[in-house]
Structure formats: C-alpha cells, structure tokens
C-alpha cells in the first residue's frame, strides 16, 4: 500500500507541475499567439440564424457530460478508475523490474558451477534482480541435499513468486466489473427519479423525461469507458505474467539439468 500512495502522489506532483508550467508558458507568450491558440482550440461558427455557437473541445466536452451525470455515481466510477490505474501502475512497475534476461542468468550460473561450484553460482544469483534469479538461489541452497531436493525447492519458491507477480490483479479485476455495474445502477436510479418527475407533474412532459435519461444514460457511459481503460492494462499485465511464469518454468528446467550435469562430474 506504500508503494501504491506514493505512485498516487508523484501522479498528483506530475500533473500539478505540468499544469503550472502551460499557465506560466501561455501568460508569457505575446497577445497574436494566445489569440492563435484560442482560435485553434474553439471554433466560431454561424448558423442558419446568424448566431455565433462554440464548438467546445474534446476535454470540455467530457467535463460538461461528466458534471451533467451527477457528483453521486459519477464520482464513485471516478474513484474506480483512479484506484484501478494505481494498481495497474503498480504491477506494471514491478512486472518490468521482475523481467530478467534468462538466458544470460542461465549462461552465467553455468559457468559459475564449472568455474566456483555451488557458492560461486549462488553469489550470481544473489547480486541478480528477479523471480528468476530467486528460483535459482533456492534451487542452488539446496544442491547438497540431491537434485530431488533441489527440485522441490525449485517448485515450492516457484509458486511463491508467482503469487507475487499476481498480486493487487484481483483489484484491477474488481474496479473492471464493478465501474459498469455503477454505471447501471446510476441509469436505473436516474430512470426512476425521472418517472417520479412526470408522476409529480401529473402529465408527459418531454423536456422531463428527455432530461431525466440523459443523465441516466451518462453515468452507463463513463462506466463502460473506465472499465475499457482498465481492461486494456489488465490484459497487459496478464500477458506480461504469463510471460515471467514461462521463463521461470524454462530456467527451472535448466537449473535442474545443471544440477545434474553438475553431480555427473
């Protein structure tokens, strides 16, 4: 959980500074280059009428539909996407520490054993980062026992370590089905609360009910937007596992054949 608020906080520290520096470049910049920019950020179009409308961008687009959803669900699918992105971080940071070139570990351990023995291979190991190098030290610990010692070893560490590249995914998991659930629930509350409105008025009145789905409908929409961001990081970090798991279980099988290489001799 450490780790996890202070990748919230240098987010928080990032985005502030970024923030800070634009204001600061744009106060600076001469009068005809603001203007440029404001132009290029919205447009001025006539209508039929004459009128003058904005086109709003992208970002203020969101923000409006965001703030039109209600502060209720809305934040709460907002509070799923955070909490789901810091998890998703998280893993992803430790995920890309945890790879290892396997087969220069493997390479070296080798020579190690022909050159040191089992304490030569075994500092190799302990000076490598990574569920890999880890597998290897307690498969090497173990070495005097026999090459079936080793082994359990070998699958009993192995385990451990996978339980550590999958750990706080089950979260990920979480916040990808419950944002669209929220989402749901906010579209039946807001259908409801818009029935109790033409209830109340006593007749059909379609600006109440055009009104009333809208908002119903928005909060279904961001819902399912945070559970695709989500999904897509979750799939990454699936793959980017399973992808640890094969080499561990590959560098498994040539520790043990080292071992036996090893004894032979």
């Not at 929220?182 to 009910?209: R, W």
């Not at 080499?247 to 498994?252: G, H, L, P």
Request: hydrophobic letters at 50%; glycine letters at 8%.
């Amino acid at each position: 959980m450490k780790k996890l608020f202070s990748i919230l906080a240098i987010t928080a520290l990032v985005f502030a500074g970024t923030t800070s520096s634009k204001a600061a470049n744009v106060q600076t910049m001469p009068i005809n280059v603001q203007l440029l920019m404001a132009t290029t950020t919205i447009s001025i179009t006539q209508d039929d009428s004459g009128t003058e409308t904005q086109e709003k961008g992208f970002h203020q687009e969101l923000k409006e539909r965001f703030v039109e959803g209600g502060p209720g669900f809305m934040g709460i699918v907002l509070l799923c996407l955070i909490l789901g992105l810091a998890f998703a971080i998280e893993r992803i940071i430790y995920l890309n520490l945890a790879t290892t070139n396997t087969k220069k570990l493997a390479d070296s351990v080798e020579e190690a054993l022909k050159s040191g023995g089992v304490d030569s291979a075994k500092e190799v190991c302990r000076n490598t980062k990574g569920p890999v190098a880890s597998i290897y030290y307690q498969g090497l610990d173990r070495a005097d026992e026999g090459v079936d010692a080793a082994e359990k070893a070998v699958v009993a560490y192995g385990g451990v370590q996978m339980g550590q590249l999958e750990k706080n995914v089950s979260w990920i998991s979480l916040f990808i089905a419950i944002a669209p659930m929220l989402g749901f629930m906010g579209t039946v509350i807001g259908m409801i609360d818009a029935f109790d409105k033409i209830q109340a008025a006593g007749d059909m009145n379609p600006s109440l009910v055009a009104g009333g789905i809208k908002i119903a409908l928005l909060t279904t929409v961001f819902g399912l937007i945070v559970a695709i961001i989500l999904q897509i990081f979750y799939n990454y970090i699936i793959a980017k596992i399973d992808s640890i798991v094969n080499s561990m279980e590959d560098a498994s099988i040539t520790l043990i054949d080292m071992l036996v290489e090893h004894k032979n001799k």
